[in-house]
Structures are given as structure tokens and as C-alpha cells.
């Protein structure tokens, strides 16, 4: 068995600390080479993460896909840059973690998954909350027909409240970094959670609603929507930068009723709750519940992201050593919430019209 | 000070039984008296609830309207004959409480809430979460401008589980008798619950969600929608008669989040709960929070069902032994609800155009 799987961080973006930690935290990864367009910053960052002083620094991204020892890269930069870099790396045979969105629309991620494809290239996107073991064992509770039965209505939400700076100055609210807004940040966790909940059956339609809040530069701040099955399936979601933290996820299902208040980052980092009712019952007067709901504890040794880098890792060790050809689970996924993504967006666009979803 | 304020029973009616003991628990009320077209009924609901042998027994509710130890009435009948019999016993100078919803439409509201302006008789809709010690001490919570900030999200969830049973033969599947569904029952609570949130602010669109399932003879049986203010807040509700129980109060502001999960009926009689969140965080790496929601727990020596009665039997006595006029501040919250309601019904029969609410 070969020895971890070196990375290179493309960039110093604010959430590349947090990565650059859970590289070092999964057993089977480790960060070889730090990439900036300025060398300074990259020295910084591997002082302020700690990483080994032999860690090389590059003074280009070209120069970071060139380093031998680079065998997958980390990238955090803003979307619209996700194409350009996301391409160059894997035509370089790096394999390739990326910060999601992905991409800003499906077109572009389908030339990223062709790229990826055509080099043998493992690729995935920077959902973390789907690593954690709390996600397997909510899909335990939701799999069993006599605790949850079938699905009926999703409701997830992420908002958080951008200070002055954020709301000014971040890339997420620039039109020509990360267009997309909230609906591609906060969006995007929203709809792979109610993706994740109707296990990847793509609803048939998405209407956002009208009026979301847009800054001068016509980027989402604040956006809604809901979403369609043709079996009459609903969910919603609603994505801000503009209310306090919060990052819910509502399953109803026939018989069982699962929520979380903390989806995306857990409260804790060595454990997270569920809380699962199951057949709930009013008493017989009718004055209180007969049924209450449990508290479900899910413990883990490494953080979710940790385990989401040991995830690609450990496909990447696949390919590598087995000459296995790269898993096409996570890109399906990322491609899936991309497409509905793109829905509510056109939706937006169009004035709250319905819009199709074509896988 | 008089005594306590008699109460006739109109029908025995499944709800009557929550309503006959809170009137036995409030301080200031007592059953005199139960009509029913079937004295054997009225009789076998006298002697189940452990009302005293003296309660009268009427075989019309002429009857009970006519009794003179009857200052009020309670009216669990089904929705469709709520104008009629309100009316009745509101022109007999009878004060009423009466199940909600209050009126098939605001039409209808109206002529009722005008028959009991000119007798000088009290009306209040069931409603009772609202009397629950909880409901202002949320109030103290959202009105402090630094832990809440400005409401911008609302969201509110009724649904449970009908049984083959309660589909096929409940007063409220049935076109002629409570035509408004689940919207009618389930979806009045969210209704409230929003208006509640929003300080009766009324909303200035609704807007159905597509597709409603609705039984063979038309009745809602779930449905969803969005309702929309001019600046920008979002509220949206899920009633249903075909998922799992499920109660689910959740309000977003600038500074703030609210979630209650059993907001219509809390879980204990003694105690209820509200998760409140300020100022929530992250912690520096981004990895766990580092702020929690606090639990508040709300004691009440009654339960919300007897508070109301206690309530409603107060104004009865201030108009009865003060000459007050009849209190307007709850047929107001009635009328709201009720024409919010009516716009999202318009919505539903409209293939879920947006609808415009005019109070």
C-alpha cells in the first residue's frame, strides 16, 4: 500500500485553513505544496497552519499542477475560476477536490466531469456534512418503512448574517467571482440536503419565489424556493446572508419525523444528534404528546471534513494502486444538486416561472 | 363580582370533550347545560366527562339558546353551520367561543362578527396555543430588538397522520361540512402561527404551491404555500392529513432564531419549551458552533385549552358585570387568519396564482 496522497492547496482562501487541517487530521493525506499568486502569502499560510517547513510554496497554479508530488489538488477559489483551474489540473492527471458550487452551471460542470473522465481523474465537491457518520445513520432511520415510511415534505434552510464587510467585500457576493450568490453557497447545501433526503429521485419542477433580495450588483443575497415530484413530493428552502446563523433540515415522512438544527457544521465536533419521532401520538385527551421524540447521539472520531478528505483519499489510493477507474458516486451527486441549482436560478430569472428539471 | 360564567354545549362533537374539562378547570366558567339533536348523546356526553347530574340536558340547540342559565356558548359543529348557529345564539345575546375556523370564508366571518357587534356579544375562535404562558413569553423574546432583531423567515408545519378511518368519514374530509380540508383545520394553526410571528402585519401575497392533494369530492387533504411582504419576509406552511405528526414553529430574524416543535399542543401539560437562539456562531475554525440555542421552560398551573376559557369568560363578565363593550382585539386575529386564509384557497382554485390579501 502506498503512502498518503499528497496535496497541493490552490490558494490561501479563508476556508483553506479548515482543509488544510482536515488533510492533516485523515490518515491516508497530507498537504505536499501550497499555490498562490503571491509566495509570501503562501509561506504565511503553512506557518499559520503549521504545516512542515519543507512544504513547497509555488508562486503560480501552473507551477503547483507541475509539482510531481502534487497528486491531488484542493481547490477553494472562487466559482467562476473552478472551470479554468479544475480543467488544467486534471489534464495534468491531478485528481481534484473542489469547494462547492462545483462550477456556475451544469454546461460547465459537464466539460469539468468530461475533463476528469478522458484523464482517469477522481473528482468531488466540498460537502462535508454528507461525510459524517450522522448522515449514514439519519439514512438508516429514513430507509426503515416501519420508523419513517415514505417521504412526503423537505424543508432545509441555511442563512447566516454577513457583517458589513462580508456583505461589501466577500467573493461570495461579487458578480464576477461567485455569481451565484447565496443560492450557490448557502443554496447549495440546502438543495443536496433535500436531494440527500428523497435519495437523489430529482423533483420535477423548481419554482423559486418571487422578489429575492439582490445586491446593486444583482447578486442573491436572500433567495426561496420550493420543489416539485411528481408524486407530490414538496420541499423548500430558503438561503440568506442576511439572519442569523441557522441550518435546519426537516424530513416528514408517513410515519417518522427527523430534524436537525445544525445539518451543515455539527454543534460539536466529536458527536452530533439526531432527533427522530416515529408513529407520533397525541394523548387520548388530546392535551399533550404519548409520544416523544429520541435523541439519537452519533460520536466520531474525526470531523466530518477529515473524513470527507479520507473519502477522496482513499479513491484516489484506488485508482492509483488498483488502477481503478474513479468512482462516479460523488460527481453524480454534485452534478444532480448543480442541475437543480440551475433550475431555481432560471427560475429567478424568469420571474418565479416554474422551470423544468432535466437531468 | 358574579359567579362563574355558564356555558351550554352545542353538540358533542369529538373536541367538546378538551373543551367540557378546560371549562371545568377555568376558574370563572362551569357547563350548565349540552345540546344535541339526541338527548341520549347529550346525556352519555354528561355522564363520560363527569359533568354533575343538574347539567341540563336540550334536545334542540333552540333549546340550549333558549335556556336562561346559558351566558355562552361553545360551538364545536362542523365549519359549514358555524354562521348559522352563531349567528343564532349571538342574536339570543349568547357570547360565543367557537371553533376555528371560525367561518368558511371572510364573507361569512363577517355577517358573524356583525351580529355580534350589534348584541354586544363576545366572540373567540379556539384557537388555543395563543393563551399557552409560552406564547408571550416568545413575544418578550422576538420584541427585544438585540436578541431577535427583524422577523424575516417564518415557517410553521401542521400535519399528522389520518387514519383509513378519519379519510374516509371525518367531518373535515367532507365537501359539506368542512369544505376548507386541511387547510381549514391543520393550515389555521399555521395561518395564526405566522400572522402571530409577524405581529399581524398581514402579508400583502399568497401563493398555493401547485398540485394539492385533495380527495374525490375535492377536499385538501395537504397542501402547501408562501406568503409574501413587502419588504421581503418569507413565511411558508406545510397542513396536511397524510404525514406524520409533526408541529413546527420556526421564526428567523436579523439577530435571532425561534423553533418550536410542538407549538398547537405542547408536549406537556405542565411545562413547555422554546429553543431560542441570538447572535448564533461559528467558532474560528469553523468547525463547531460557538454559540448554542437556550432552552426557556414556560410553567403553567392551567393548561392553554382552560387559559383560554379563563380568558374568554373574563371579557363575558367585564361586558356583563361592567357594561364593557365586547373585547375586538381577538375577533380581529380571527378575521386576519381567516382572510389570509380565504387567499390562499383563492390561490389553490386559481392553479396557484399569486393572491392578493386585502384586510
Known sequence: MGGPIGFGIMGCAEIARKLCRAIGIAPNATVVAVGSRSPD???????????????????????????????????????????????????????????????????????????CQINDVQIMDGTMWMHHPRTAKMRDLLSDPNLFGQVKRTNSIFCFNGSPDFLQNDIRVKPDLDGLGALGDAG???????????????????????????????????????????????ATFHCSFLANLTMDLTII??????????????????????????DSLLNDAVTAWATLSQKHVVSTDLPQEALMVTEFSRLVSEIKESGSKPDYKWPTISRKTQVVLDAVKASIDSGSKPVQIVF
Open 253 to 278: 415522512g408517513s410515519k417518522g419525523t427527523l430534524h436537525l438544527n445544525d445539518f451543515i457544521i455539527p454543534f460539536e465536533e466529536s458527536s452530533a444528534n439526531i432527533t427522530f419521532a416515529s
Open 188 to 234: 447549495w447545501y440546502c438543495i443536496s440536503s433535500i436531494l440527500w433526503a428523497n435519495d437523489y429521485d430529482l423533483p420535477k419542477t423548481a419554482i423559486a419565489f418571487p422578489n429575492p433580495v439582490k445586491n446593486e450588483a444583482g447578486v442573491v443575497l436572500s433567495c426561496d424556493a420550493s420543489l416539485h415530484w411528481e408524486d407530490g413530493r414538496v
Open 41 to 115: 502569502k503562501a509561506r504565511k499560510f503553512i506557518a499559520d497552519n503549521g504545516l512542515p517547513a519543507t512544504t513547497r510554496v509555488h508562486g503560480s497554479y501552473e507551477a503547483l499542477l507541475d509539482d510531481p508530488d502534487v497528486e491531488a489538488v484542493y481547490v477553494p477559489l472562487p466559482t467562476s475560476l473552478h472551470a479554468h483551474w479544475v480543467i488544467a489540473a486534471a489534464g495534468k492527471g491531478k485528481h481534484v477536490l473542489v469547494e462547492k458550487p462545483p462550477a456556475l452551471n451544469t454546461a460547465e460542470l459537464d466539460r469539468i466531469l468530461e475533463v
